[in-house]
């Protein structure tokens, strides 16, 4: 006998693991609402897990999101910018402590700096400014579609949103299958992990 063994190789690891979460959301929120807890709690979960939370460094939901990720002991990262002459931004929150701090130039480039440091974005209620940063996200997944970024939607209110605008505007089958919308905690584990095993299965295939 020649003694010659069958040397197995190992197949490649092709789960694709989120690893950081933006949160999007109002800074006008309070540690009393509803939904401050409940960005306060996916936060919390999210970090437990290993995954960096990311938000623009201000108050309510985004300070929501790095005290949550603190208290699940995660890490924490905040995209800022201390504007002059901007009264209607809400600028940059004291209370809000995170990790790491990325000093942006202005409104714009915060936005995108927070999207091409994340791998997924949750979006609570907010205004105009939680507005444009869900539709430039949701336009991005578009536009990547296969290598995209998915959105979870946190509230029930998403769903007549949603509803509105599929009914308005030109949107495709792509575009309805990069987001998810939940009304809790349990929902977003699950909406989670299924946007992880899809972007696995696109890898396997690619691969």
Known sequence: MSGNKKVSIPKANHFFRINKIAFYGSADLSETDPVYKAAYDIAKYVAKKGKTVINGGGPGIMEAATKGAKAGHGKTLVVTFYPENLPEFEGRAEQNVADKEIKTANYIERMFSLMDNADLFVCFKGGTGTLSEWATAWLL???????????????????????????HFLIGYKEAQVYRIVNN??????????FEEEMSARRLKLS
């Open 141 to 167: 997944a578009h536009l990547y579609y296969g290598n995209h970024k998915p959105l979870i939607l946190y509230g029930d209110f998403w769903h007549e949103f949603m509803d509105v605008v599929h009914k």
């Open 185 to 194: 905690l349990e929902e977003f584990k699950i909406a989670l992990r299924i």
